[in-house]
């Protein structure tokens, strides 16, 4: 099944319950938008592309329980309930940014039965939006793999950070899909163990090969010649390096991917990273993107127990930015590009999507 | 205090109850013989030189717990808890040795009040070896480091290892005690994490300014050239690196240390081994070194807390080899070694203390 989608039965949205993971894998019905909502805070539903599908089926889902005799009181309350959604993890840009465009599709109803139709219809073309882009990602990619590859990946690029197929996972599943057995090393991926927690559950689902290693063993796999490419996806991609990288990109991606691109780099291993073109920001340099600080107790308990003495001081970065020097391909939905990128390229695309 | 020692005025062994970390810091008094080994057993004291002493030690203990008409009487029951305490770690080299040469010390006694002083100065004269040897490294090691310098270290190969000032971490206490400020970043060190659970223990302990980074985090802090030196102990080195590593020698020390010496190679920084002669294998080849492979529940659950699916197939091999020409500083007792190590120099050392 899809990480989020509609249930047409039970009329309502449907999700795999990652706050379950990895003990069970189970869904959760939100019937009510306040479920919903939960769900989001509670990280049930996670990843910048599945919130984006949990932003849009919540205002669907809003245009199915809302009921007025007028259209404009009606339009207020789910508007009401749209804020509410866009809200529930404030940094998180494709939640709102989907919200907001079923609420337009809903204001630009004819009535209260065309709206209800309207709006699930566009939360339907963005979910497939999702998996399509992911589809041409893992297509791309696995035309760089072989039958037999091992694949080494870090954090969580995966299907349940997106409507389905994932980007780095993607790759795997495309791979897959065309006959060619790839397994998988994931690294556990400290503080959040995303690698432990969610991709081996996902690859596990669908079949793949994985082994689970500390990410302290990654230089052990790649010295050892153990993994023919390194997968990971990407946070943020910006086209000039800034003072610290010149005038080379730099994809930011989470904390450990720079050592993996390192070891990569030392032993050989292509290093590729997957992402749609949205992630590419034209804009910004290097030194302009500011690196997440995370709440030392990530690191001074895990699952409660503690870890460390209370009061130690804790460096506790979400992102590390890796050159595009140690980047051996870059894919997106529209291919597979080799760094030094052609940065003009890059920006007329963004230009032309905007 | 030390990690292991003899309190004089209840006449037993007293110990820092490394099970209490990181919560406490208190010690642990261990009155009998049962008590010394289940403190083995539980892992209240560990590291190879602490559990050299733990067994001197015990054998005095058990010296002055026995009493009998007879001294061969008392001898045999002396010798049986000797045996008792040197099983208690099975593969704990250390641990045997010593034990073994304060029963011989026994043996060799005239009456058993001579046996009982004469097990007990040679215990106290194992302890301050050991201490005296890892000032000696420490000493050596400072003389690298400069006033404000930032040490990055890997697990814990500190005071609480030994019997007391440590190796790699007392690089660090004897740069204090010159009156060079030196702070620490500590590695985590997954999946056991001994740098967030022992290594800031002590570091804090001592007064010295430390920063716990998850394992993932190391190579940002090198990028950003926010670290001086990295000094990590060793478990074993090897002189000859055998098909994999050619006629370099090899350091066998905790999983992630390989990564973290390529990291500083590609940023300059100096990377330092701080190690006993004891520790170097002047008869194996890098290809004759087992790495042990720990248990999959060290990854699959985390302080009792599932972290990845019960059934995932788990790496979790305990070390990882570094060819020395990513080692800048070996250094031991006898002073700073720059690889390429002089081989016939160290089998010379080796001979002359067997």
Known sequence: MRTIDWDHDRDCVVMVDQTQLPATYTTYHAETVAQLIESIRTLRVRGAPALGAAGAYGVALAARRHEADEFAVYADAVAADAEAIANARPTAVNLSREAERVLEELENSASIDAARERTLRLAHSIADADVERNRQIGDHGAALLSDGDTVMTHCNAGALA??????????????????????????????????????TVELLERDVETTLIPDNASGLWLQRGDVDAVVVGADRIVLEGGEQFGDQGVVFNKIGTYKHAVLADRHDVPFVVAAPHATIDTERTADEVEIEERDPSELREIYGTQNAPADVPVGNPAFDPTPMELVDYLVTETGVYEPPLDRAAFVEAAEMAA
Chains 1, 2 share one sequence.
């Open 162 to 199: 997106t409507v389905d197929w994932g980007t780095a996972l993607g790759i795997v599943y495309s791979a897959h899909e065309a006959d060619k057995r790839v397994d998988v090393v994931a690294n556990e991926t400290r503080p959040l163990n995303q690698g432990a927690r969610i991709t």
